[in-house]
């Protein structure tokens, strides 16, 4: 698997930080975040300067702002437009999109996220299908962590990734508690991702969400990398099952 973090989750406000935890030997994958609407215009600024940093990652997408205050959404689109171009996926969720016919300007770069149980759109999969119909060249970010916090029989979950497998570009990874709060993987949370894990195609990128130092990096990723053993046995022993 392709297995990062996201520079907001290791380093918040701090993309050249961030970009410095995330540039582990076993990481081949990040996600610039810029998850607040403050942090866009200084990253967009900033990201000419940071390609030697990104040539070490296989897999490079990004965050778009959860929240719109300061600009039109005309204007929030035309800034996330030079994104795009870069052929990168925007994480984008669905419930900041009010003109669709805007963001289907981004074709493919738009790249929908499954919501937590704050939010009133996005948390299930036929939600998710009706934003779909209006942006039908999107992709998917699948979060495990949403999907489980909003359906613990981890059922809805295995419905995103039925639903939506071709359109599945990468995945969000973190235990996501009853404040809707990123933590750490867990036993708890890598037995239930574990049992869905065979939906996941081992190209799909994942991004850590979880806040994690320098020195905890690489135990997460072997956390995240357990996640996907009981596929792994399952392909070893035939009959398997989960």
Same mark, same amino acid.
């Given at each position: 698997?392709?297995?990062?973090?996201?520079?907001?989750?290791?380093?918040?406000?701090?993309?050249?930080?961030?970009?410095?935890?995330?540039?582990?030997?076993?990481?081949?994958?990040?996600?610039?975040?810029?998850?607040?609407?403050?942090?866009?215009?200084?990253?967009?600024?900033?990201?000419?300067?940071?390609?030697?940093?990104?040539?070490? /990652?296989?897999?490079?997408?990004? *965050? %778009?702002?959860?929240?719109?205050?300061?600009?039109? $959404? @005309?204007?929030?689109?035309? #800034?996330?437009?030079?994104?795009?171009?870069?052929?990168?996926?925007?994480?984008?969720?669905?419930?900041?999109?009010?003109?669709?016919?805007?963001?289907?300007?981004?074709?493919?770069?738009?790249?929908?996220?499954?919501?937590?149980?704050?939010?009133?759109?996005?948390?299930?999969?036929?939600?998710?299908?009706?934003?779909?119909?209006?942006?039908?060249?999107?992709? /998917?970010?699948?979060?495990?962590? *949403? %999907?489980?916090?909003?359906?613990?029989?981890?059922? $809805? @979950?295995?419905?995103?990734? #039925?639903?939506?497998?071709?359109?599945?570009?990468?995945?969000?990874?973190?235990?996501?508690?009853?404040?809707?709060?990123?933590?750490?993987?867990?036993?708890?949370?890598?037995?239930?991702?574990?049992?869905?894990?065979?939906?996941?195609?081992?190209?799909?990128?994942?991004?850590?969400?979880?806040?994690?130092?320098?020195?905890?990096?690489?135990?997460?990723?072997?956390?995240?990398?357990?996640?996907?053993?009981?596929?792994?046995?399952?392909?070893?022993?035939?009959?398997?099952?989960?």
């Amino acid at each position: 698997m392709r297995i990062g973090f996201s520079t907001g989750s290791v380093a918040l406000n701090d993309i050249r930080r961030g970009l410095a935890i995330a540039s582990h030997l076993s990481a081949k994958a990040v996600e610039l975040s810029a998850l607040r609407e403050d942090e866009l215009e200084p990253l967009l600024g900033l990201l000419d300067s940071l390609e030697t940093e990104l040539r070490h /990652f296989d897999y490079v997408s990004f *965050h %778009a702002p959860s929240k719109r205050h300061r600009f039109t $959404e @005309a204007d929030f689109v035309d #800034k996330l437009r030079p994104i795009a171009t870069r052929g990168w996926a925007i994480i984008v969720h669905p419930d900041i999109i009010e003109n669709f016919d805007l963001w289907r300007s981004l074709g493919a770069a738009v790249c929908i996220e499954n919501m937590d149980k704050r939010k009133e759109i996005g948390r299930t999969a036929a939600q998710l299908e009706a934003i779909f119909e209006k942006l039908p060249e999107a992709t /998917f970010c699948f979060d495990i962590g *949403h %999907a489980r916090q909003v359906d613990p029989t981890m059922m $809805e @979950a295995s419905l995103f990734l #039925k639903m939506f497998r071709d359109r599945l570009r990468q995945v969000h990874m973190s235990f996501v508690n009853s404040q809707s709060q990123h933590e750490r993987l867990n036993l708890e949370s890598i037995s239930a991702f574990s049992s869905v894990s065979r939906l996941i195609k081992e190209t799909t990128p994942v991004i850590l969400e979880t806040p994690v130092t320098a020195n905890e990096v690489e135990e997460e990723i072997a956390n995240a990398n357990e996640v996907f053993a009981r596929r792994l046995l399952a392909e070893l022993i035939p009959g398997e099952t989960h």
